[in-house]
Nanobody
Framework: QVQMVESGGGLVQAGGSLRLSCAAS???????MSWYRQAPGKERELVAM???????IYTDSVKGRFTISRANAKNTVYLQMNSLKPEDTAVYYC?????????WGQGTQVTVSS
């Protein structure tokens, strides 16, 4: 079992930046780590993923604006979000995957005002 705790969400104006953090309760060295988001009335969607060997994948809408990174020594994954847009408003969730096991955090709210 891995507990995930997100932090760093908040209210920001369009064009601003936020950095989300996700701290795991134990080592994530061999885990694939992802950030998802869910806006009101919409399905949860993948935002970015970083594999155990640090390959990254981004959804098209955030390419060039968001950066996912990991600090294995701190059991933490980050999502740096720049040039934020109102359509980025959502609850952001961290997910850890090892083999077939998935672990989710409780989510952190990001609100971007226009």
């Amino acid at each position: 079992q891995v507990q995930m705790v997100e932090s760093g969400g908040g209210l920001v104006q369009a064009g601003g930046s936020l950095r989300l953090s996700c701290a795991a309760s134990r080592s994530i060295f061999i885990n694939d780590m992802s950030w998802y988001r869910q806006a009101p009335g919409k399905e949860r969607e993948l935002v970015a993923m970083i594999t155990s060997d640090s390959r990254t994948i981004y959804t098209d809408s955030v390419k060039g604006r968001f950066t996912i990174s990991r600090a294995n020594a701190k059991n933490t994954v980050y999502l740096q979000m720049n040039s934020l847009k109102p359509e980025d408003t959502a609850v952001y969730y961290c997910r850890s995957r090892i083999s077939i096991n998935l672990y989710w955090g409780q989510g952190t709210q990001v609100t971007v005002s226009s």
